[in-house]
C-alpha cells in the first residue's frame, strides 16, 4: 500500500511545483512588459519641458499681479532753532512713516507703479488745525501728520521703440520726490526721477522719455520732457456763494493753474560717471494775497476775552519762474585704486532759479498792497551749490555720507517735499550741512542716524513766490530763524 | 531730547555691531551691470536679466560662476575680458543678486 501512496504523492508535489513555477513565470513576464511600458511613458515626459512650462506660469502670474513693496521707518527727531531776539525753540517728535509701493507689468511694453503713503506723528490726528498748510499736495507723504493715507505715486509708463530709440511715455501722479542725488541721504538705491537739488515735490503730470545712448553711442544718453501742474484753478463740489451753490468745479479766480514744463537731461552715465541735468519753465507761481483777518481763537486775560485774529488769505499769481542745474555723480573713485574709493561717492551740483514777477496786486501781511515775486519787482536770480560724499562705514555694508550746500539771496528751490522736519535743506539761503549714518541690521531692516545744520543768512527759504519768500537779513530782523538744527534716529523695514 | 537722542544712537549702533549684513546687494549689481557689462551685451540691465528665470540664474552662477562666464563669453565676445578678470569674481555676488531680482519670474517690475 505504502508503496504505491508514495509514488502518488511525490508524484503530485512535483506536478504542482511546476504549475507555480510557470504562474510565476508568467506574472514576471508580465510585470516586466508593464515595466517596460512605464519606462517608455516616463521617457517621453520631457522635464525640460515641464520646467520650462513651471517658470512661464511663474512669470506670468508674477507679471499678472500688482506687486506691493513695503517701507516702514519709525524715526525721533529732535529739532531746534535760534532765533534773532527770541527765545530758542526745541522740540523732540516721534513719527511712522508707510509707504506702500504698488507695482504691475501685465504686458510687455506697459508698467503700473504706484505708491500710496501715510506720514504721522505719535498720537497726534489733528496736526492739520495747527497750520492751513500741512495739508498741502506737494509734500502729502513728506511731512508728518495725521493717519490718513494718501497718494504719492500713480503713473502707468508705456515704452517702445522707434528705430534704435527707446521711448515712454507716461501719466499720473509723479515719481518726484527723492529723485538723483537726494536718493544718497534718505538711503534709497535707486533715484526717482527729477534732480533732487532744485526738484522734490510731490505732482501730477505727465513726462516723455527718449534714450539717445544707441544713437549717439554715447553710454546712458537720455532726454526726458516733464509736463506738471502744481495747483489747479477749480472750486470743488458744492461750493457756495453769497446767495447760493455754485456749478460744481468751476474756475476759483483767486488761485491760479500753476504749471510746470521741463526737461531733464542725462548726457552720460557708464555706471561710475553720471552728468544730469535739467532746465524747467513754470507759469503762474502763487504767493499768498491776504485780504483780511478772521478771528481764531479767544483767550481770558484776567478781566476780559481777548480775541486773536489770524489773517484770511487766498493765493495770486505773481509771475513765473525757470530754473536749472547741473549735477555729476562719481561712483567709486578712481578704478581699482583701493576697495574704499572703488566704494565711495562723490557729487557735485550746481542750481539756479530766476524770477520773472507780473504786476498783480497783492495783500500783504503787514495790511499794505504789493506786487513782486520773492519781495522784488524786478527779476531776480538766484543760485544753489551742492556737494557731498558717500563712504564705506566701520562695519562692511555701512555707509557714512557728508554733505554741505550753500544757496544765494534769491535762491528758490521747488524742494517742498524734502524729509525733514525743520524745512528743506536744499532750500536754504545761506549754509546747510548734513552727516548722516546708515547701518544695515539685517537685510530688510535699517537704521540711520542724521543730523542737518543750517545757519541761514536770509528769511523766507522754502515758502511761497510772493511777499512771504522775500529775502531779510536774519541778524536784522527780530524773530527770524538764524539756525535750525535737525537731528534724527530712525530704524527702516523695507522689503 | 538729546538723552533720547543718545540711547537711541548707542542701541542702534550695538545693533549695527552685531549684525552679520555682508550681504550681496543688487543694486550695487545693477551698477556693474552698466559699468562693466552694458557696452558688451548691447543691453539695458532689465533687459539682461530677463533672459532666465531664476532657477536658471542660480545655476549658472553656481560655485565661482563657471557656467554663467562660459555661456556669456561665448555669447557675448565683448564681455570675456571682464569676465574673466579678478574685477568680476569680486563683483560677481553682487551681479548674481541683480540678475536674480529683475530674473524672467521674479515678478519684479523694472523701474525704466
Known sequence: MKKFIVPLLIGAVLSSGYAADDSLKQEIEALKVQMAELKNAQSKINIDALKAQVSEIKAHDAGDNIKWTVDFRTAYDAVSYKLNNAPDQDNGIWTNKLILGMAAQPSDNLIFRGALGVYKSFGQDNISQTSSFQDFDWYGTQKPGDSTIKLREAYFLYFGDIGDVHYSASFGRRPSVDGFLENLRVGNADPASPIGHNINMEFDGASFKFDLDKVTGVSGMYFKICLGRGFSDTTGAYSMNSTGFNPGYIEDSNNPDMDLAGLIFQAYDNGQYKIMANYFQGWNMMGLNVFGQKAAYQYWNGSGWTTVNVPAFNFMDVGDMTGGALSLQVTGIGDGMSDFLDDSIFFLSYAFSKTDPNKNYFGTMSGSTDYGMLGSHESETGSSIYTGVQVPGIMKGQRLGLEYNHGSKYWRSFTYGEDTLVGSKLAARGDAYELYYILPILKNLTAQFSYIYIDYDYTGSDMFFGQTGTPMDVDKTAGAVKTAQNARASLRYRY | ?112
Do not use: R
Open chain 2, 1 to 112: 531730547m538729546k538723552k533720547v537722542l543718545g540711547l537711541l544712537i548707542s542701541v542702534f549702533l550695538v545693533l549695527g555691531m552685531m549684525s552679520t549684513s555682508a550681504l550681496a546687494d543688487s543694486a550695487k549689481g545693477q551698477k556693474y551691470y552698466l559699468k562693466y557689462m552694458k557696452d558688451g551685451s548691447g543691453m539695458n540691465g532689465a533687459k539682461f536679466a530677463t533672459q532666465h528665470t531664476q532657477t536658471e540664474w542660480k545655476a549658472l552662477f553656481d560655485g565661482k560662476a563657471e557656467k554663467f562666464v562660459a555661456e556669456y563669453a561665448t555669447k557675448y565676445p565683448g564681455l570675456e575680458t571682464f569676465l574673466k578678470s579678478d574685477k568680476f569674481e569680486k563683483f560677481m555676488p553682487d551681479i548674481k543678486d541683480f540678475c536674480m531680482e529683475f530674473a524672467s519670474d521674479s515678478g519684479n517690475v523694472p523701474s525704466c
